[in-house]
């Protein structure tokens, strides 16, 4: 009994939050980057044109965001102290093609990655890679109009290709795309979409999506070629949807918004589209342009893991409009008063952590990795700087036993578990750093003022102690 002793525990950052360093090292702008604090942010994640730059008066928190770019060799001997066998993180495509369509890779930023995989090699620490987490450059934006067009598939498939070849032998585990089912609820951050006036949006999002899907199986058929040993995963905005009621329309409602998000691992996962969408396409009139051969690309080269993220599950009845709406998530759901929330609305759940391990294990029959997990809260530190965050060791402890569940008396094969943000770092909805997920406390704050010194807090020692008795003592 008990988790594999081979289990990966580790923790999980990205680029465009963790960072910085956006005007170094040869680097080209990405969409984040121009995505300000305050309630302007919603804008440019709205698709607004005009915003696609940087104006005076307005704080861009990825700029600098940890200053990771620099750090990163403080930061992986934090990791190694805590012991983690792996650590995810992700690659800037700007800073690796500066515009998305240069036909030669940026070597300085080839050598920034190199380096870092170097470190985590010293210390043991195997690397969990997404290819591309909510990044897409702003010359893809502006010349192209993002993931809607198909020459995105070219791009993509020549940066995948750049990259893995390049990390032959220092890379085993990818990811293609990060939360590839938030394009349907956020397309410009997760597919550098702006809309015109008079658009269909949702042939649009379901369009990018085809490329999206296209793309991660050709970078997936490439990482085979490039090195047999590879494994690559598809990764989801996890967390299921419960039926507000046991009436049978609430449940129907439930799940079809499972579907929503499941659309895309059905087709990364199989190989092939589901035909409930295939029937949704036609019902709803959505004229999805796909090329010969299309099809046979997709049946060809399935993903070898699935992962996903995990923060709550969601509520949803037939009849939402008649019930209170839980705040802060970008997924619509009804509050649900069986459940605790976290200081921004997210609806706290470990059992559903459990649930949707089970549901997609049953669906998808391939090992499952927990790639992003945590509690964003806010912390304060005491007079020496120290942080007790109880409520995060709390929060993890819940879900880590819930994940413990599903392996030993389940028998979900689970591969690992990184927890989101195991460093503080800029959130992604709202862009502040007030919203703490790490075990190491930085300093920095909403405006930019801080030293960016690192502390261990509390939970520090904590997930020390649960790597080195691989979950044994919570
Ligand atoms: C996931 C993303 O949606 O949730 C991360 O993959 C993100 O990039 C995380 O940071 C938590 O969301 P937030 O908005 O609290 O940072």
């Known amino acids: 009994m008990g988790l594999s002793k081979d289990f990966l525990w580790g923790g999980a950052t990205a680029a465009n939050q963790a960072e910085g360093g956006v005007l170094e090292g040869g680097r080209g702008l990405s969409n984040i980057d121009l995505m300000p604090t305050g309630p302007d942010r919603k804008k440019v994640a709205a698709g607004d044109l005009e915003m696609l730059e940087w104006k005076e008066g307005y704080y861009y928190p990825a700029k600098e965001a940890i200053d990771m770019y620099h750090r990163y060799m403080e930061d992986i001997q934090l990791f190694a102290e805590m012991g983690f066998k792996v650590y995810r993180m992700s690659l800037s495509w700007s800073r690796i093609f500066p515009n ?43 010349e192209y109009g993002g993931w809607k067009n198909r020459k995105l598939v070219e791009f993509y498939s020549r940066y995948a290709e750049t990259v893995l070849k390049r990390y032959k032998g220092l890379v085993k585990y990818w990811l293609t795309i990060n939360e590839i089912n938030i394009l349907l609820h956020s397309p410009f951050v997760g597919g550098g979409i702006v809309f015109k006036a008079g658009d269909n949006k949702l042939e649009i999002n379901y369009q990018a999506a085809h490329h999206q899907l296209l793309a991660s199986a050709l970078a997936t058929k490439i990482a085979h070629e490039v ?178 569940d599903a392996v030993e008396i389940d028998g979900v094969e689970l591969l690992g578990y990184t927890t989101w943000g195991c460093i503080d770092l800029v959130a992604a909805s709202t862009g502040q750093m007030s919203k703490r997920y790490g075990f190491i406390y930085v300093d920095r704050d909403d405006e930019g003022n801080g030293t960016l010194n690192r502390t261990k807090k509390k939970s520090f020692e904590w997930y020390k102690k649960v790597i080195a008795t691989n979950g044994e003592e919570l």
């Not at 240069?102 to 620490?125: C, M, Q, R, T, V």
């Not at 997404?130 to 450059?137: G, L, R, S």
């Open 100 to 142: 998305g369509d240069d036909l030669e890779p940026n070597e300085e930023g080839l050598a920034f990655y190199e380096s870092i995989f170097h470190e985590l090699k010293k210390h043991k620490i195997e690397p969990l890679v997404t290819i591309a987490h909510f990044d897409v450059p702003v010359h893809l934006i502006k």
């Open 227 to 404: 090195d047999p040993g590879n494994m690559v995963g598809c990764m989801l905005a996890g967390g299921s949807h419960y039926p507000y009621t046991c009436r049978p329309e609430d449940y129907q409602e439930a799940i079809n918004r499972d579907r929503e998000g499941y659309f895309f691992i059905d087709v990364q996962a199989r190989g092939k589209y589901p035909n409930y969408a295939l029937k949704k396409f036609e019902r709803e009139g959505l004229n999805i342009q796909m090329e010969a051969g299309d099809h046979a690309i997709l049946a060809a080269s399935p993903v070898d893991f699935v992962t996903f993220s995990y923060y709550c599950s969601r509520t949803v009845s037939a009849h939402s409009e008649d019930y209170a709406q839980a705040t802060g998530n970008l997924f619509p759901s009804i509050k649900n008063e069986h459940l605790p929330s976290t200081e921004w609305g997210w609806q706290i759940d470990p059992l559903g952590l459990r649930n949707s391990l089970n549901q997609m294990y049953d669906r998808y029959q391939k090992p499952l990795f927990i790639v992003e997990n945590g509690l964003g809260a806010i912390d304060i530190p005491d007079e020496n700087g120290y942080v007790a965050d109880d409520y995060r060791i709390d929060y993890l402890k819940k879900h880590v036993q819930a994940l413990k």
